[in-house]
């Protein structure tokens, strides 16, 4: 049992899986949509009178901050006891793209270590990519109301055309990067 | 007791992102060079069973466990919002190679760095919401 969770799931079956996480947060009375957290946080931190956007009593999403408490500790029991034996199985095309900048191809864990480190993150090139996109991620989520789970799962599932253009935003941005960025920022 | 259940939902989410591989850098590079059907297999299966469970249960009228009706909210029509929002999200998405749920699964699977790119997320909200009325929607 242990072992057929631990190997990567096939796309299906993760497909299938985070159906089911909709589900359940919607007989729960709940929509599923993770960046709404960013408000809930800001509004919790800086109080509710620090501007319009943030006037609401963060105590009522407390169920969704609950709910981010369970993904990060969902993600430390599927890293520390569920953990792939093998790297991640990317195409061929992309291992090459990837050693072509200068990265390694996967051989341990989810990310690269040679960028996701504290060293990295004091180069210009890691401070761009770690602050800047992080910002642009809690900016650009708040202004289109809402990130993959909320327009591209949900809203697409929900036929929401508002959601089908903040998906293309999401790939009209995110092919500029690593398109045009990512050659920059590793020549 | 209830409030409980949320917690529970999250962790089952966090160990599905973590599975999927949808949390890995590697996997959205792969995803923004159209190199592999993996990322697109995951959210079209979300999306088409998605979108059929949406219609069934709008058919047969599902309540909530609490007996109220589902939460069906339509989003804003905004466009302009969520195109621009939505590129500049994009951006951030393909630099990190993270979305908002990863960045959380990738802090419990002990990539503190990550924790980094979480604070700038939310003072990138926090700015948003301080010159929003300054943006179109």
């Not at chain 1, 993959?148 to 949900?154: D, E």
């Not at chain 2, 792969?30 to 697109?40: D, G, L, N, T």
């Amino acid at each position: 049992m242990i072992e057929t969770i631990s190997n990567p799931w096939h796309w299906g079956v993760s497909g299938v899986m985070i159906v089911l996480v909709m589900f359940l947060l919607l007989i729960a009375g709940r929509a599923f949509g993770v960046s709404s957290s960013f408000k809930v946080v800001c509004s919790m931190i800086a109080g509710r009178k620090s501007a319009s956007y943030f006037d609401f009593d963060w105590k009522d999403f407390s169920w969704l901050l609950l709910f981010v408490m369970g993904t990060i500790i969902g993600g430390y029991i599927a890293g520390e006891f569920l953990a792939s034996p093998e790297p991640v199985q990317i195409s061929q095309a992309t291992i090459n793209d990837l050693t072509a900048l200068g990265i390694a191809a996967p051989s341990e864990g989810l990310l690269p270590k040679e960028l996701f480190s504290f060293e990295y993150l004091m180069t210009v090139q890691g401070f761009i990519l770690f602050v800047l996109g992080g910002f642009a991620i809690g900016f650009g989520t708040r202004w289109a109301g809402g990130c993959t789970s909320g327009h591209a799962i949900t809203g697409l599932s929900n036929l929401q055309l508002p959601s089908l253009v903040a998906v293309i935003g999401f790939f009209i941005g995110g092919l500029f990067t690593t398109h045009l960025i990512y050659p920059l920022l590793f020549a | 007791m209830k409030k409980l259940s949320f917690l529970l939902i999250g962790i089952l989410f966090g160990i599905i992102m973590t599975k999927s591989e949808a949390v890995s850098w590697y996997r959205i590079q792969e995803m923004f060079r159209f190199q592999s059907i993996h990322m697109y297999g995951i959210i079209g299966v979300a999306v088409i069973l998605g979108a059929a469970m949406y219609a069934l249960l709008k058919k047969m009228d599902v309540k909530t466990v609490d007996g109220l009706p589902l939460n069906f909210k339509a989003k804003p029509e905004t466009y302009k919002a969520s195109l621009f929002g939505g590129t500049v999200f994009g951006l951030g998405w393909a630099m990190t190679g993270a979305c908002p749920g990863p960045l959380y699964v990738l802090l419990g699977n002990g990539y503190l760095v990550i924790l980094v790119i979480l604070i700038s997320a939310f003072i990138g909200t926090f700015v948003y919401g301080k010159i929003r009325h300054k943006l179109p929607h």
